[in-house]
């Protein structure tokens, strides 16, 4: 696709409507600005399923365990660990001479706090789920602290590699209550200076760090720009210096600009899916999630809404995660979703509503080609663009499967542990309903279910391989998403910043960040 504009003029008025951000910040050496698509919802680890809050979160805290810039496991706060033969208790050395932002040292007692934390279901936070085998974690030492496990759990160390398992500061904790998700304080690099809801956050440098030398810049800030064009523009115009997602349309204008890098990066394990909320009326009904599937052509999408840098779902895991298995894309057949729509008993279609998770330009695009795709077989939709408060109030917040209003629903997961485990069982199992999780379809197999929780006590590849391939293959049968694309990772960042990279996930990685 080429996109055509006159750069002066439309640069020009892009800049002047997003009048907030001023070119101060890009005056000072080591000032960085993140144009981000998205609000972050809370700066509590351990209370959002969004990745972009755990990416932002990277920046003042630090877990025991990380994900480099290539989901490999890379140690932190720890330097070792050790598990015992019936893989139930984890033991980890920790890094010493490490200090929290508010000078309270950093000990056994500080992971053995954050972790009670977590795991006590009666604290009803987002990430419970992830954690909710830890059956207790003990004070060996100062610098030792011990994790016992109610069952075995092969993934574990993935889910501390997670941004999520951050450690936070017992002192704050104990300070600041609930009110930790407006107050983080971490070990990171950087240490909180202010959160603007819908607007901005900044970090500034914490001259204290214990990894000396870190970090190279003096202040970071993640500044919400929702508009595509304007995202674009600040990019343009020095105003920001990273810059995630980018309009796709966009991306020739922006590799002719000497000062910019545009990156590519296919190797992504974002899935975009249309979850369908299986419990109620039409999409109860397996024929109705069938012709959904045949209605929407999903290479059309890819090439429309993505400008060709996304391909089509081939299976329900994307590839690149471990354990994912490839199955053939739903094939586009407008014709046989109307035979299915009246087998279910509708020939005529009928009328629904399509919210999307988010309120960015690329996703707008998405939602609008599905309205258009599914109104040639009938079905009507009325479209909602949700916020990020809007989206955690009226979907992950509710309590019960039968008040949920959400009828078919856009939006997208990576499963950040780089491991099936979390690209199903968040999403796709029982236990996962909203507030818990995020199975926003309220899908239901008691095979699927028994399977993922087997293959999380298991060590042996080829018996944990096989019980996710028959979990993949019943659900792409019962069909409980329309499974779209996987969307590459496609980023612009100035030649004078380095060390800032877009994971596979669509997690930020920024942990040797500079500015030249």
Not at 12 to 24: E, Q, R
Not at 443 to 453: E, L
Request: glycine share 4%; with cysteine; charged share 20%.
């Amino acid at each position: 696709m080429v996109f055509k504009f006159s750069p002066v003029r439309t640069l020009a008025a892009c800049a002047m409507a997003y009048g907030l951000m001023t070119s101060h910040a890009a005056l000072a050496a080591k000032d960085v600005t993140f144009a981000v698509s998205i609000a972050l919802e809370t700066l509590d680890p351990y209370n959002t399923n969004s990745t972009l809050n755990q990416a932002a979160g990277k920046a003042y805290y630090e877990g025991l365990y990380e994900f480099d810039k290539d989901l490999k496991i890379q140690p932190k706060l720890a330097t070792e660990y050790t598990v015992s033969p019936d893989g139930l208790v984890y033991t980890f050395k920790l890094r010493s001479g490490v200090k929290f932002h508010d000078g309270t040292p950093f000990d056994a007692n500080a992971v053995k706090v954050t972790f009670d934390r977590v795991s006590n279901p009666e604290n009803k936070l987002a990430r419970y789920t992830q954690f909710n085998r830890v059956a207790k974690t003990e004070v060996v030492d100062p610098q030792t602290v011990r994790i016992t496990l109610k069952e075995p759990f092969s993934a574990f160390i993935n889910a501390m590699a997670h941004p999520s398992a951050m450690i936070i500061s017992p002192a704050a904790l104990q300070k600041y209550g609930k009110e930790i998700g407006q107050n983080p304080v971490g070990t990171g690099p950087f240490k909180f200076v202010e959160w603007k809801p819908s607007e901005y956050m900044k970090v500034a440098k914490f001259d204290g760090y214990w990894n000396k030398g870190y970090p190279k810049v003096d202040t970071l800030t993640f500044r919400t720009v929702p508009d595509n064009n304007t995202r674009a523009a600040v990019m343009q115009t020095g105003e920001a210096q990273f810059a995630f997602p980018i309009p796709y349309e966009q991306i020739a204008v922006l590799e002719k600009n000497p000062k910019l890098d545009v990156i590519d990066d296919s190797q992504s394990i974002m899935a975009r899916y249309l979850s369908m909320n299986t419990t109620v009326k039409p999409f109860s009904d397996v024929k109705v999630r069938e012709a959904i599937n045949y209605a929407i052509n999903k290479q059309a999408l890819a090439k429309v809404a993505f400008s060709g840098y996304a391909t089509p779902m081939a299976g329900v895991v994307p590839m690149g995660v471990d354990y994912a298995v490839k199955m053939a894309p739903w094939p586009y057949d407008p014709k046989k979703a109307k035979e299915l729509l009246a087998q279910a008993g509708y020939p005529n279609g009928f009328e629904t509503t399509l919210w999307s998770a988010y309120n960015d330009g690329t996703s707008v695009k998405v939602v609008q080609f599905l309205q258009q795709q599914l109104s040639q077989v009938g079905i009507k939709t009325s479209i909602e663009i949700l916020e990020s408060g809007q989206r955690v109030q009226r979907v992950n917040q509710v309590q019960k499967p039968e008040d949920a209003k959400v009828r078919i629903y856009y939006a997208g997961w990576s499963s950040s542990t780089g491991e099936a485990d979390w690209a199903l069982r968040p999403l796709l199992s029982t236990p996962a309903f909203p507030p818990v999780m995020n199975n926003t379809a309220y899908y239901s197999n008691p095979k699927v279910d028994a399977n993922i929780m087997r293959a999380l006590t298991v060590s042996n590849r080829e018996e944990k391989a096989a019980l996710y391939k028959e979990a993949q293959e019943t659900i792409w049968k019962d069909a409980p998403w329309a499974f779209l694309v996987t969307a590459n990772n496609v980023y612009v960042r100035s030649k004078n910043l380095s060390g800032v990279y877009v994971e596979p996930d669509t997690s930020l990685w920024f942990g040797d960040i500079d500015l030249k």
